[in-house]
């Protein structure tokens, strides 16, 4: 069974030079105001004329089909990362610090070129089409404030669909599963607040450097001794801070933390145990401490029914049973509103040297692919 069709061939050139153009000029965050330019005069020029800015930058575009008794939406993240990119490409990016290190440069190609075939089909379209370009996927997550803005309604979205480029892998692979595929994450702020004193004479403070350490020992115990073994949680302390100089008692300690899960509830578990151990180190070592949830996502849980409708269009070479991962997406903010599909499309390539993990600054992939994403989108709209 062919993998690509004859039209979608047709598009690689542009394709490529979406992506080249995207992959030289990143931007990060909210602040993705010439990616978002771009993205406007290549959906103009392909006659979308139902555009609309959200989230300052976030761009909804919409062609209604000739029937609209179905509505599907396909995203796109847009962001880049602060990575140094080191890997000498002619169209290596112009902005120092600065990389599109995670395939959101080939994310925005497949969705313009997704675009460009619908431009060239719109007669043929029984459906309506949402094609969703979401800024700040990296850090605080853009889809909440789009979907806040209506992003989801008029025409109101049955079925939303994502992927997202994996070397982990093997190009040409499509990676996919019904349920769990992504973990929740948040990220948590943690402060002990003591008493600094004398290094000499620390029974005058209150050492914050003692309370972490039993916090942190204690905090394992929460993981390993009261949760079920069978749950997949991680709670990583990745950054911890406290005390000015070698010879006083620290009165302040902060660590930076992040949760893991691919249960709301046991999150919420997690959270009140923690809080808990926080309360009684207040009255056992004699320290203040606080408690802040910063950016949170839930889990990416793709729906069963959207997912073996895939599954079943998937050329059997090309099908590969996704593992659970314990990364996150901000994608899953939109499956909390309606039914949605979230997948992996291969690029791990030894051979060609494509092996390098995402977030890395020689992080690359063979353009080939980008033509199976446009394929793979295709497919769900005129066979699923």
């Not at 994502?162 to 349920?179: N, S």
């Not at 494509?354 to 600054?361: E, G, V």
């Amino acid at each position: 069974m062919k993998l690509l069709d004859r039209d979608i061939l047709e598009l690689k050139e542009d394709l490529v030079a979406h992506r080249r153009w995207l992959h030289s000029c990143p931007e990060i965050g909210f602040e993705v105001y010439r990616t978002r330019d771009y993205i406007l005069n290549e959906l103009d020029r392909l006659g979308f004329y139902e555009v609309k800015l959200m989230a300052g930058t976030g761009i909804k575009a919409v062609m209604r089909g000739r029937l609209g008794e179905r509505t599907l939406a396909f995203r796109a993240d847009m962001d880049g990362l602060a990575i140094e990119e080191k890997t000498g490409l002619e169209f290596a990016s112009k902005e120092k610090g600065f990389m599109h290190a995670c395939g959101h440069d080939g994310h925005m190609a497949i969705l313009l070129g997704l675009a460009q075939w619908l431009s060239q089909n719109k007669d043929k379209i029984d459906d309506n089409i949402v094609l969703i370009f979401q800024p700040d996927e990296e850090r605080e997550g853009g889809a909440l404030p789009m979907i806040e803005e209506g992003l989801l309604d008029d025409p109101k979205v049955d079925a939303i669909f994502g992927l997202h480029i994996l070397p982990d892998i093997p190009q040409g692979k499509v990676g996919i599963k019904a349920g769990p595929l992504m973990a929740q994450t948040c990220e948590i702020n943690i402060e002990l607040m003591g008493k600094s004193a004398h290094g000499a004479m620390p029974y005058k403070g209150v050492d914050t450097i003692v309370a972490a350490a039993h916090f942190i020992n204690s905090l394992q115990s929460i993981i390993t001794r009261t949760i079920d073994s069978s749950e997949n949680v991680v709670f990583s302390i990745g950054r911890i801070c406290g005390g000015d100089t070698r010879n006083i008692l620290a009165e302040r300690v902060t660590m930076e933390c992040t949760v893991r899960t691919f249960k709301d509830e046991l999150y919420q578990d997690i959270k009140g145990r923690v809080l808990d151990l926080l309360s009684g180190m207040e009255k056992s070592h004699g320290i203040k401490s606080s408690y802040h949830e910063g950016v949170y996502y839930p889990p990416v849980i793709n729906h069963e029914g959207w997912t073996k409708k895939i599954i079943d269009i998937l050329p059997k070479e090309q099908y590969m049973e996704a593992k659970p991962l314990m990364i996150a997406e901000d994608f899953s903010n939109y499956q909390k509103m309606v039914p949605g599909v979230f997948m992996f499309l291969g690029s791990g390539n030894e051979a060609k040297g494509y092996i390098h993990p995402l977030h890395s600054n020689l992080f690359n992939f063979d353009e080939e692919i980008l033509m199976h994403g446009v394929q793979l989108f295709k497919d769900i709209i005129t066979k699923v």
